[in-house]
């Protein structure tokens, strides 16, 4: 494995979160906002963790909901670096629901995320790896 491997490897993040009434819809499921948010959180996060620079934001891709998570499930939000440009990273991230007194889980939403490394001055810079 070359360390940049290792590098993204290390920076795999994964939260676990529980889903109570406050985060649910009139449908008695997640909000999309909350999970949307939850996402750009995780993937900050990795980005983060791989770059060790500040970081922002500039992009959502495609975001597939296929799955509803339900209230009083928990759910792992799983995001790793898929590309590495010059001043940017993107980061997949799925969403995996559990059933709290269940085995198994499934896929519920994945989608990508761009941020970009800024300067002290908030300008685009290069990433180091």
């Not at 900050?44 to 770059?51: D, L, V």
Request: charged content about 25%.
């Amino acid at each position: 494995m070359t360390d940049l491997d290792q590098k993204i490897k290390n920076a795999e993040t994964r939260i676990f979160k529980a889903v109570f009434p406050n985060t649910i819809n009139h449908y008695d499921t997640l909000f999309g906002g909350t999970a949307m948010h939850l996402m750009d959180e995780v993937a900050f996060i990795a980005a983060t963790r791989f770059s060790r620079q500040k970081m922002v934001t500039v992009r959502s891709d495609k975001i597939d909901f296929t799955v509803p998570i339900p209230a009083g499930t928990i759910i792992e939000l799983v995001g790793h670096i898929i590309h590495i440009g010059r001043t940017s990273l993107k980061v997949q991230v799925d969403i995996f629901i559990e059933k709290m007194y269940e085995e198994g889980r499934e896929k519920a939403i994945s989608g990508t995320f761009t941020l970009v490394a800024i300067d002290e001055n908030k300008k685009p810079t290069p990433i180091d790896h």
